[in-house]
């Protein structure tokens, strides 16, 4: 445990795993997950997809929470683990590997026993949404699981987001925890910028999408930097210890 505090609850947190799991609440979510798992694509026809919602992932003693988006329908929707098996994770492991908070640059499946340290990784939709896009009916039935899960991780101190619906996401869950941001307003997202909420620093990172990354509108340095910074800060007093 990095700081000292009490530490996260092992139980408490794979018994919220164990019921986002199992959630059904989002009818339209539930079958698109469920007809993406049974139809496959041509490339992953041999695979038994997860097809259900994805829990967090990582070292539940972190201090750096990364959130993302939402599963994708042939990435974590297939292998069950965050940003595991697309394109997106192609992009976010190697950058965590650069880091040192992964032990390996790449992940495709989701037994393959990679270790993150001091870092934990969360969907704020746990559904793959169609199109990548879930409501926002779809997002706010969703966004108590990140609350609780934030509660949960104790160690935490710096939220990375990726992209702007992961910085909203970020701000939402903080809130609904009881902590926003000083005077002045709503943070705005944007590569790089940084916001103190609560016992929180929240930074934003452009999401590794392909979109983005094949674009050269992220690139691996401009992900370096940004990691850096979170790292940086989870590791000196910039950031506030959570209350105990
Ligand atoms: S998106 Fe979240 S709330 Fe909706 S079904 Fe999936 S896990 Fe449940």
């Known amino acids: 445990m990095p700081d000292g505090g009490a530490g996260t609850d092992p139980a408490a947190l794979l018994a919220l795993t164990a019921e986002i799991v199992a959630c059904r609440r989002c009818p339209r979510l539930v079958a698109w997950r469920e007809l993406v798992a049974r139809e496959k694509v041509a490339r992953f026809r041999d695979e038994e997809y997860w097809g259900r919602p994805l829990p967090g992932f ?6 750096i929470l990364i959130i993302g988006l939402a599963p994708a329908a042939h990435g974590g929707n297939r292998t069950g683990r965050v940003f595991t098996g697309d394109a ?13 908070l992964a032990d390996r640059p790449v ?10 340290t001091d870092v934990y990784i969360a969907a704020a939709v746990r559904c793959a949404p169609p199109a990548n896009k879930p409501t926002i009916l779809e997002r706010d039935t969703c966004a108590p699981f990140l609350v609780r899960e934030m509660a949960l991780l104790a160690s935490v101190r710096v939220v990375l987001a990726l992209g702007a619906f992961g910085w909203d996401a970020a701000l939402r869950a903080m809130a609904g925890a009881g902590q926003v941001a000083g005077p002045g307003g709503k943070p705005r997202f944007g590569h790089g910028a940084e ?20 674009t050269g509108r992220l690139t691996a340095t401009m992900f370096d930097a940004v990691i850096a910074r979170a790292v940086e800060l989870a590791r000196t007093k910039a950031a506030a210890r959570r209350p105990e």
Do not use: E, I
């Open 107 to 116: 992940s495709r499946r989701a037994d393959d026993g990679l270790a993150l």
């Open 88 to 100: 997106s994770g192609d992009f976010l492991w190697p950058a965590l590997y650069r880091a040192g």
């Open 195 to 214: 916001a103190r909420v609560g016992p929180y620093v929240l930074v934003g990172s452009y999401h590794p999408s392909q979109q983005n990354t094949f």
């Open 58 to 63: 990582g070292d539940a003693d972190g201090r």
